[in-house]
């Protein structure tokens, strides 16, 4: 096995180009999995640990740029504000030495359905920045996964950031996990309120062959909240968005749980979550 | 000769009572002690083995060609290379070294590989090329009891053995009647050094084998028999062992290295990955229990019937052993006038099950305690209420006629963990840790208890003894003990202890514990939580003799009152002078009182020698709506006869909880149609410091007459009775019924 291990990002798509079949290794905690598990033998792994610039982010405007190599750990202890959906959800992942070396670009480039960063990306719209040596593109994050663990990137290509406006309202992000720390999710659910534009964004995770959001969930929600009040919610509205946001999911029976436990969950998690969202908004 | 009164050494620091620090639980936490997947030889190479992926199926061709031909390969083995016997187990020699013909379970070794890589060693495995005919598994107990069925072995009945209990009126009838039918999954032991070891050839065409297990001369037997070695030849070490809980009872890869280093000359390392090692042994039988409880309006027992089905998996291990425990101990620590008990175990193409911390009595006593709570809702009676009326004493008669002899503070230990505080109003934090799942939202409290029963040490007759060789010589001028077992430390902490009973009986400071292996006698399993017991026993005795020789080298006949604390035992300066004339050393095999076998058709007998008890009580607060629980906090109380090590014991009670916690919550294997669904620890799940709570302890020493110290064995009945305290405060929470463990989610909302 090869081991390439550029220092500059132009050096990391060139070898990419000429590697397609190098794997990219960031914090390593699932290529490093696959590895020892004997899933996977590829014929080179291509470092990008060395990469300064991927695991920075900065603020651009309105847009927030989120290297793919950003640890979840700094997610936490930096991000807290500016991506509140995306820290809570950091917070769940793994343990303390998987949310240091863990990274957003390791999570997309894995592209499980189960992946913890998935959700709040897409309640949040955000979108993600491809490079290759052809040059760069933008994909909106819920166009990005493709199948289990399957995604738009191309051979050559590399996630070089998620790109991001920072919250103009309360974020939410939930978990199921049949323990209490360090689990897999069994679904998972993420709510984003825009007050700004009057619109609700949800993201479903571990019930679907991808995450995914749950849209007539989100029109729906966009289209009874009081945002002109800032009202008591409705308990019939809520109800009605946790019964969507469950039938938007497409869940299988498996190890971690069951398909009519993950649609139940999804709608609890779905009502709980608007609930604490519109009254942190509320005030 | 005059004969003179003397008693025990004047105490000396760290002996029997206190807790000294474990020698080797520094390099532990630090990361430097070395396990048995550390051992290394400059010319070694490293085996590796094909497994069968289906759980049932007939081996119609076989061509390890493709494997040879890898460069770097040193060795491709099948059954037909195994040089002596072809099976092997510890209680049915059932279990081929290498599959012939017939595969019984996924998993099962085909062929071995070395190679002077592993992954070199792990690839050509791979490249044999096996053509199989696949059959129809046999999963289900019911299929697999029935006679007429399909048979897991063509040359034996799937039943592998029957216990039946008779005792008093068969058609004894009560007041009130309460039934249930229950379930156990499959636990793993999980413990964390996955299998592994080394072998090196010998000059004189033996084997050193330096391994990681629980036994080492059980290993010794099975092991030089499939080599065809006198056991002589076959000389085994332990080696660090990474936890054992009971799946270091069978052999895993002992024969396997052993065969590839005297094939290819060369020492060779085994070591299982996480996966491989699922698959590299037995788990905790999976059960089903099918109870009837009558009382009269009071809440006294009158009956208990009973029908367990263990699922013994495709090979025997010690499932005829465990079944005798789930029968024997199946009604609990009460007194039961009228018992009709049928513990069935059974062959099936299931991962084969054998010894797991709690053995048997695990499985029984979530059916049992899940009974007692049902009994007390019908009385309308308190839960612990009803248990303490039933509660089991000192000269009840156990289901089996035996007698219980000695302390057996049942009623107590109840009482202990009732009267406990309650658990804070609000826990560390909320179901669901910190995934954010409530902010207090459906979330109830509730509380549960259990008690449980266990047996210590071997029984059924079984010939049970423990040898030690104690040394007592000069070191510097100083006296220092060097004490020699097999005795297998399997992280319980038995070096500590075997160094604390010399130091109280020799009233030597220095002791130094020499490596476990072969060259000294047996010292039985590091299991039925008996090590303590026995080797402990053996110690203290070899330490005894030591005594005996000294006072003879001092002109004096023994006393009588040889243990009197009073009569000081001889000064340090007097050991030392005595020792001018040489070293001192002793060796025991020690036994405790001798068991009986089971009387076949009643299942009387006095067939254990000690009984231990355990209770628990659990607070938890589970969220109604998501199913999610978390345990909030747990009270024990046991009786441990004698605390030897304090540390020790809490850290044996922690960690027992832990371990039914587990079963409680989240610990199984998932098997559908023979095939393991989810062999790693990111869907095996154990658990984490954020699921185990606070808890709090009442360690009881009421003495045990016949045993060293009057100890009681610790290590397994704090796994027994925290798995149903934990189901039955979610009963509490939630009013579900949860017949099944692990409890899931999705059985508690109900969806
Ligand atoms: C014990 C444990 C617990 C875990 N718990 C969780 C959890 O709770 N939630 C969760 O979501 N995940 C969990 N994971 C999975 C893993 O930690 C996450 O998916 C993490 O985000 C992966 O990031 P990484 O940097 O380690 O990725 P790596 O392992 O380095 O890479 C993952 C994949 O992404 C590709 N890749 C990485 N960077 C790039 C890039 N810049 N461009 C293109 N492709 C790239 C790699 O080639 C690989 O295919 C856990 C893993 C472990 C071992």
């Known amino acids: 096995m090869d081991f390439l291990n550029p220092a500059t990002w132009a050096d990391a798509l060139k070898m990419k180009a000429e590697r397609p079949d190098a794997v990219p290794i960031a914090g390593g905690t699932d290529v490093m999995v696959e590895l020892n598990f004997h899933r996977r033998r590829p014929p080179a792994l291509l470092d990008l640990t060395r990469i300064g610039e991927l695991s920075t982010w900065d603020l651009d405007g309105d847009t927030l740029r989120l290297g793919a190599g950003v640890s979840y750990a700094r997610i936490m202890a930096e991000l807290g504000e500016q991506l509140p959906g995306l820290a809570m959800a950091a917070r769940t992942v793994g343990s303390p030495q998987i949310r240091n070396r863990g990274t957003v670009g390791g999570n997309l480039g894995s592209a499980s359905p189960a992946g913890d960063a998935h959700p709040p990306l897409l309640a949040a719209g955000a979108r993600v920045e491809l490079a290759s040596v052809r040059g760069t593109r933008l994909v909106p994050v819920d166009e990005f996964f493709t199948g289990p663990k399957r995604s738009v990137l191309a051979p050559d290509e590399l996630i070089a950031a998620v790109l991001v406006r920072p919250a103009a309202g309360p974020e939410q992000f939930s978990k199921i996990g049949t323990r209490n720390a360090m689990v897999i999710a069994v679904s998972s659910f993420a709510l984003a309120l825009h007050p700004d534009r009057r619109a609700v964004g949800t993201g479903i995770g571990s019930a679907a062959p991808t995450p995914r959001r749950a849209a007539e969930a989100e029109l729906f929600a966009a289209g009874q909240l009081p945002w002109d009040t800032l009202g008591a919610l409705d308990p019939d509205v809520v109800r009605r968005f946790g019964e969507l946001v469950a039938a938007a999911a497409a869940p299988i029976d498996d190890v971690r749980g069951t398909a009519a436990y993950r649609r139940h969950a999804l709608a609890v998690m779905a009502r709980r979550t608007l609930t604490w969202a519109w009254r942190d908004l509320c005030g | ?751």
């Open chain 2, 1 to 751: 000769m005059t004969t003179v009164h003397v008693g025990l050494p004047a105490a000396v620091d760290g002996g029997v009572g206190a807790s000294p620090q474990r020698p080797d639980g520094r390099l532990k936490v630090t990361g430097e002690f070395a396990f048995s997947s550390d051992l290394w030889a400059d010319d070694m190479l490293w085996g590796a083995t094909l497994r069968s992926p289906h759980p049932r199926a007939r081996i119609t061709a076989l061509d390890i060609g493709p494997a040879l031909r890898v460069p770097g390969v040193y060795a491709v083995l099948t059954h037909e290379d195994v040089p002596g016997a072809p099976l092997y187990g510890l209680e049915h020699v059932d279990q081929p070294v290498l599959a012939a013909r017939e595969i019984r379970y996924q998993g099962e070794p085909i062929v071995i590989v070395a190679a002077d890589h592993p992954e070199t060693a792990r690839r050509a495995a791979r490249l044999v090329e096996v053509a199989y005919d696949v059959l129809d598994p046999v999963t289900e107990l019911a299929a697999a009891l029935d006679p007429a069925g399909p048979q897991v072995h063509a040359d034996r009945p799937n039943l592998l053995r029957h216990v039946p209990i008779r005792r008093g009126d068969p058609h004894a009838t009560a007041a009130v009647v309460v039934t249930g039918e229950y379930e156990v999954g499959m636990q793993d032991q999980a413990f964390l050094g996955p299998e592994s070891g080394l072998a090196v050839p010998a000059e004189d065409g033996g084997i050193d084998l330096y391994i990681a297990t629980q036994w080492l001369h059980v290993d010794q037997r099975q092991v030089a028999a499939c080599l065809g070695l006198p056991p002589e030849k076959v000389r085994l070490t332990l080696s660090g062992v990474g936890g054992a809980f009971g799946a270091r009872e069978d052999l895993s890869m002992q024969v396997h290295a052993c065969m590839l280093a005297l094939h290819t000359g060369r020492p060779v390392k085994m070591v299982y990955g996480r996966e491989e090692s699922f698959f590299g042994h037995v788990h905790r039988h999976p059960a089903r229990l099918r109870y009837e409880h009558g009382a009269d309006a009071d809440g006294r027992l009158v009956y208990v019937k009973a029908r367990i089905l263990l699922d013994g998996g495709a090979y025997a291990s010690s499932t005829g052993a465990v079944v005798a425990n789930a029968a024997t101990l199946g009604v609990g620590p009460y007194d039961v006038p009228n018992v009709v008990m049928d513990a069935y175990g059974l062959y099936t193409n299931n991962p084969p099950c054998g010894a797991m911390r709690g053995f048997g009595a695990v499985q029984a006593c979530f059916a049992y305690e899940s009974q007692m709570d049902k009994l007390a809702a019908a009385l309308g009676l308190d839960p612990v209420e009803v248990r303490v009326r039933n509660a089991l004493t000192t000269g009840d008669l156990m289901p089996t006629g035996q007698v219980v002899e000695g302390p057996a503070p049942v009623a107590e230990l109840l009482r202990l963990v009732r009267e406990r505080p309650p658990a804070p109003a609000v826990g560390d934090f909320l179901p669901g840790g910190t995934a954010n799942t409530t902010r207090g939202e459906g979330v109830v409290r509730g509380v549960g208890f259990g008690i449980g029963i266990k047996n210590v040490c071997f029984s059924e007759g079984f010939d049970d003894f423990a040898t030690a060789r104690v040394r007592l010589e000069l070191v510097g001028g100083r006296p220092a003990v060097l004490v020699h077992t097999a005795a297998a430390e399997v992280g319980q902490g038995l070096v500590t202890v075997q160094a604390q009973i010399v130091r109280t009986e020799l009233g030597v400071e220095q002791v130094t514990i020499a490596p476990a292996d072969t060259a000294v006698g047996s010292a039985g399993s590091s299991s039925a939580s008996r090590q303590t017991y026995m080797t402990g026993g053996a110690v203290r005795a070899a330490c005894q003799a030591i005594r005996t020789r000294l006072l003879e080298r001092l002109g004096r006949a023994p006393s009588t009152t040889d243990n009197d604390k009073k009569v000081p035992f001889l000064a340090l300066e007097e050991i030392a002078e005595l020792l001018g004339e040489g070293a001192i050393e002793e060796t025991v095999e020690w036994r405790h009182r001798p068991t009986h076998p089971l009387d076949p058709a009643t299942g009387q007998g006095d067939a254990h020698v000690q009984y231990a008890f355990a209770a628990h009580r659990a607070t938890v607060d589970v969220d109604l709506e998501l199913g999610l629980v978390k345990v909030v906090e747990i009270v024990t109380a046991q009786d441990v006869g004698k605390a030897v090590n304090p540390g020790a014991v809490a850290g044996q009670i922690q960690g027992g909880t832990a371990q039914g916690l587990g079963l409680a919550l989240m610990e199984e294997i998932q098997v559908v149609d023979g095939k393991v669904r989810n062999p790693s620890f990111t869907d095996y799940l154990l658990p984490t410091i954020m699921d185990m709570p606070p808890m709090s302890l009442d360690v009881l020493e009421l003495a045990d007459p016949h045993s060293p110290y009057g100890l009681r064995g610790v290590g397994e009945p704090p796994t027994i009775s925290s798995t149903p305290a934990v189901v039955a405060a979610i009963r509490a929470a939630t009013g579900a019924a949860l017949t099944r463990v692990p409890v899931r989610p999705e059985h508690i909302v109900g969806v």
